[in-house]
Nanobody, 124 residues
Framework: QVQLVESGGGLVQAGASLRLTCAAS????????MGWFRQAPGKEREFVAT????????SFARSVQGRFAISRDNAKNTVYLQMSNLRPEDTAIYYC?????????????????WGQGTQVTVSS
């Protein structure tokens, strides 16, 4: 079981970039697929990106494809979400999650552990 802590959120203008970091503590990080989800006010939580345990497979929501990148450093028990060309509609609380499977997964029901979230606000 791992514990997850996100950081790196903030207030930026449209077009800016941010990098979110998710630090994991506990055992087994390198065996877990990791994902990023987000929830905007009044909306359902939605999938953003996922990366397999090995880091070789990734998947993105269509809304962020080409603008966001996901990566992981298993030696540091950390996963990153690099966000570029941010838009006001990217404003949300961003959550990191861990799934006890090795393949990248896009359904939030597949994830077992969640962080507390970090706020990203993009102004127009």
């Amino acid at each position: 079981q791992v514990q997850l802590v996100e950081s790196g959120g903030g207030l930026v203008q449209a077009g800016a970039s941010l990098r979110l970091t998710c630090a994991a503590s506990g055992r087994g990080f390198s065996n877990y697929a990791m994902g990023w989800f987000r929830q905007a006010p009044g909306k359902e939580r939605e999938f953003v990106a996922t990366i397999s345990a090995s880091g070789l497979t990734e998947s993105f929501a269509r809304s962020v494809q080409g603008r966001f990148a996901i990566s992981r450093d298993n030696a540091k028990n950390t996963v990153y979400l690099q966000m570029s060309n941010l838009r006001p509609e990217d404003t949300a609380i961003y959550y990191c999650a861990a799934a006890t499977v090795r393949d990248a997964v896009v359904e939030d029901a597949d994830y077992d552990t969640w962080g507390q979230g970090t706020q990203v606000t993009v102004s127009s």
